[in-house]
């Protein structure tokens, strides 16, 4: 079994930072791939940016440039750097783990 916790999350400033971070614990030996996810209301989970085992990374075009996504292997967490972030990027953000380990989310909201 496998546990994903959140944390980071919180209320910024547009064109401000946060930095979210994903504990893993039980059997993350079998967790290859991992990523971050967000849900905005009223729209559909999509996928934000995902990292291999091995550091291979990818972004959505909408945050590519802004945020960047790392892994600690020995700490076994990820994490998430956002930067310039924008009122569309309010969202709840979730962490991932392949095949379909889930966390329970963390809000980011992103307003004056």
């Known amino acids: 079994q496998v546990r994903l916790v959140e944390s980071g999350g919180g209320l910024v400033q547009p064109g401000g930072s946060l930095r979210l971070s994903c504990a893993a614990s039980?059997?993350?030996?079998?967790?290859?791939?991992m990523g971050w996810y967000r849900q905005a209301p009223g729209k559909e989970r999509e996928s934000v940016a995902g990292?291999?085992?091995?550091?291979?990374?990818h972004y959505a075009d909408s945050v590519k440039g802004r945020f960047t996504i790392s892994r600690d292997n020995a700490k076994n967490t990820v994490f998430l750097q956002m930067n310039s972030l924008n009122p569309e990027d309010t969202a709840v953000y979730y962490c991932?783990?392949?095949?379909?380990?889930w966390g329970q989310g963390t809000q980011v909201t992103v307003s004056s």
């Open positions: 991932w783990g392949h095949p379909d380990y």
């Open positions: 039980g059997s993350i030996f079998s967790i290859a791939f």
């Open positions: 990292i291999s085992s091995g550091g291979r990374q």
